[in-house]
């Protein structure tokens, strides 16, 4: 049976709406539009419109749409429909957003939080299809977790699980999720980049040049990209540095893997794109740590959905939700 699907995904910077339809096990990506997220009360006023002519262009209503699904991120409270300050979207508070779809469009509207909502799509038609203990981590600009046990998206009791970023590590280290040495301090973009800066601090102020970093006011141009470039270009410190994101990394899967008992770990954005410098040392660590039983039944793989993600996300969240 074929569905006509709506996909919302609200970001700090992008909004998009994705027009997919659903078929046998597969999502077909028909329409989109994207745009950049302004003030609380103008962004919603865009993603209702731009949802109104993406729906209009392509002859879609409340009699043939299926249903909306909107992946933004947390805090929210998926049951009663609201967006609960999300540190991205400064005056997003207590925003009953799946209200404002459904009294305009008359369709079955859900939301997720962006993690949730990769899980989904990452189960439904990512890497994870086919299993029924899956883990998806986002690890880029920050760290979540999406839990898939037993065949069915696990979100706690208020939306509060897969907050896996907060999860300490050490006393102290660089700062993610509002904690030193948390998951999320060292294994994120930002994390990555505060653990750049501290390393060249310590090589530029004893003299030493480091080749992509040339002084101490460039410190705050370092990002995690600058660094993996540097390392797949031959640079030692750089390797370093992804070295001890991979070291710390493979400590929490493997604390995930004793505790879950996951089948297959799915790993986002900054995995897929460095890989290379990450598995060695994260695969070491989890050798080492996770237990045996759990171990040997559990694949740790990059995302398959790609730069995509986001909006099979989306319209995962609105396929997710027919028949619920």
């Known amino acids: 049976m074929k569905n006509n699907l709506i996909g919302i995904d609200i970001g700090g910077t992008k909004c998009a709406v994705t027009y997919g ?91 997720q939080n962006d993690a949730n909502a990769c899980a989904l799509a990452e189960w439904k038609f990512g890497a994870g299809r086919g299993y029924s203990n899956v883990v998806f981590l986002t690890f880029g600009t920050g760290m979540g977790a999406g839990l898939i046990l037993n065949g069915q998206l696990y979100a706690g009791t208020n939306d509060n699980a897969g907050e896996v970023g907060h999860i300490r590590l050490e006393k102290t280290g660089p700062v993610g999720y509002g904690k030193a040495g948390s998951f ?84 986002g954005s900054i995995y897929c794109r460095a890989q290379a410098l990450i598995e060695p040392a994260m695969r070491e660590v989890i050798e080492r740590e996770a237990l045996w039983h759990a171990r040997r039944v559990c694949e740790i793989v990059p995302a398959g959905l790609g730069e995509s993600i986001g909006d099979y996300a989306a319209l995962s969240v609105a396929e997710n939700a027919i028949g619920n």
Request: charged share 20%; aromatic share 4%.
């Open 184 to 267: 999320e301090g060292f294994c994120s973009g930002g994390g990555i980049a505060q653990l750049a800066r501290t390393r060249v601090m310590e090589k530029l102020q004893m003299g030493e040049s480091v080749s992509f970093c040339s002084s101490m006011d460039a410190l705050t141009d370092l990002t995690a990209k600058t660094v993996a470039d540097a390392a797949k270009a031959g640079d030692a410190l750089a390797a370093e540095i992804y070295h001890t994101c991979a070291h710390y990394l493979g400590r929490a899967l493997s604390t995930l893997i004793d505790v879950l008992n996951p089948e297959i770990i799915v790993l």
């Open 21 to 111: 339809i659903s078929s046998d096990g597969s999502i077909e990506i028909v329409d989109k539009v994207r745009f950049d997220t302004a003030g609380v009360d103008a962004t919603i006023a865009a993603l209702l419109d731009n949802t109104a002519a993406l729906m209009a262009k392509n002859g879609l209503d409340a009699a043939n749409t299926a249903s909306i699904g909107i992946s933004c991120g947390g805090p929210l409270d998926s049951r009663k429909g609201l967006i609960m300050s999300p540190p991205n979207l400064p005056g997003w508070d207590n925003i009953p957003i799946v209200e404002h779809f459904e009294k305009r469009f008359g369709i079955k509207t859900s939301v």
